[in-house]
């Protein structure tokens, strides 16, 4: 199994909702990772973890809260979101130790009223 | 980007022909990776070439790697319509596990 699932495809949410996105891997990857692409547009990273801790936060404002239950599971915790937070938000995995190829989820993408 | 520039931004060529896309980056490196990318989708592992390696082959994908210009071409063979999507480099500036975008070149291959 080399996927990378992520859910939900799609979610709207208003400026004072609360929501998730999940994303789970079962390739044994111990490294996860969290990116934001915006239209036309690269993706950025935001989070890096690392055996289920967090090693890398890219300067991502509070209201993106990430969470890394187990070794298969990525959640990004959403609140008090703005519009301009809107884009598709990319989940990847690949192994640690060595740098090598991201599988990335097909992504959620989001969209703040 | 975080990392570093793609050119051109866009590339429109006819099938059989062949593209050439180029990746120049800021900082030194363990490796460099290509991507692909269809409108919208998730990204697609093509390709990787390390700090030591000059040229890299992979069916109808060439890359090289000068690490002392910082840059890495990107060149597919015989173009297909298929292979319509945007291409990105991506390097992990000397730390594992860190890995930052190019700006991209979106390629149009026309049938």
């Given at each position: 199994d080399t996927e990378?699932?992520?859910?939900p495809k799609h979610l709207v949410m208003g400026m004072t909702n609360k929501k998730s996105l999940k994303c789970e891997q079962h390739m044994g990857h111990r490294a996860m990772y969290w990116y934001k692409q915006k239209a036309k547009k690269p993706p950025e990273l935001m989070f890096v973890y690392s055996y289920e801790k967090l090693s890398i936060n890219e300067s991502v404002p509070s209201r993106f809260s990430p969470e890394c239950p187990n070794s298969s599971l990525l959640n990004l915790h959403l609140h008090a979101l703005q519009p301009?937070?809107?884009a598709l938000y990319l989940c990847a995995s690949s192994q640690t130790g060595s740098t090598g190829e991201l599988?990335?989820?097909?992504?959620?993408?989001l969209t703040v009223l | 980007s975080q990392q570093g520039?793609?050119?051109?931004?866009?590339l429109s060529i006819q099938e059989g022909e062949n593209a050439t896309m180029n990746c120049s980056y800021k900082t030194s490196i363990n490796n460099l990776q290509w991507y692909r990318q269809n409108s919208?989708?998730?990204l697609v592992h093509l390709?990787?070439?390390?700090?030591n390696e000059r040229e890299k082959h992979?069916?109808?994908?060439?890359?090289?790697?000068?690490?002392s210009k910082k840059s890495s071409s990107l060149?597919?063979?015989a173009s297909r319509a298929a292979d319509t999507a945007s291409y990105f480099c991506a390097t992990d500036g000397n730390n594992f596990n860190k890995f930052y975008f190019g700006s991209g070149t979106k390629l149009n291959v026309k049938p």
């Open positions: 990378v699932t992520q859910t301009e937070d809107s599988f990335f989820g097909e992504g959620s993408r | 520039e793609e050119d051109p931004q866009a919208g989708r998730g390709i990787l070439i390390r700090s992979s069916g109808r994908l060439r890359v090289t790697l000068d690490t060149l597919i063979t």
